[in-house]
């Protein structure tokens, strides 16, 4: 069992920066492929960014070059780094933790994120 818990969302104005946390309970942290996702209102949930146990990462084509995913296996930690906010980025984010082998899969709780002047 993994429990993951989102920090880091808020209000922001547009052009700004946020970091998303996402601290992992359990000690086998490095076997799962993290996320992020989101979720806007009315909309369905969407891939922002994973990676790998290894550090490979793919992210949705509306966020590359302004959004980072990183992983610290020795914190159990992802984060998102989220640069030059846009008013349609605003969406809950949730933290994933996937591993196909094992058929596995958790989810955060969310944190919301609102991108607005």
């Known amino acids: 069992q993994v429990q993951l818990v989102e920090s880091g969302g808020g209000l922001v104005q547009p052009g700004g920066s946020l970091r998303l946390s996402c601290a992992a309970s359990g000690s086998a942290f490095r076997i799962y492929v993290m996320g992020w996702y989101r979720q806007a209102s009315g909309k369905q949930r969407e891939l922002v960014a994973v990676?790998?146990?290894?550090?490979?990462?793919n992210s949705a084509d509306s966020v590359k070059g302004r959004f980072t995913i990183s992983r610290d296996n020795a914190k159990n930690t992802v984060y998102l780094q989220m640069n030059s906010l846009k008013p349609e980025d605003t969406a809950v984010y949730y933290c994933?933790?996937?591993?196909?082998?094992?058929?596995?899969?958790?989810w955060g709780q969310g944190t919301q994120v609102t991108v607005s002047s």
């Open positions: 990676i790998t146990s290894d550090g490979n990462t």
């Open positions: 994933n933790a996937n591993n196909k082998r094992l058929s596995t899969n958790y």
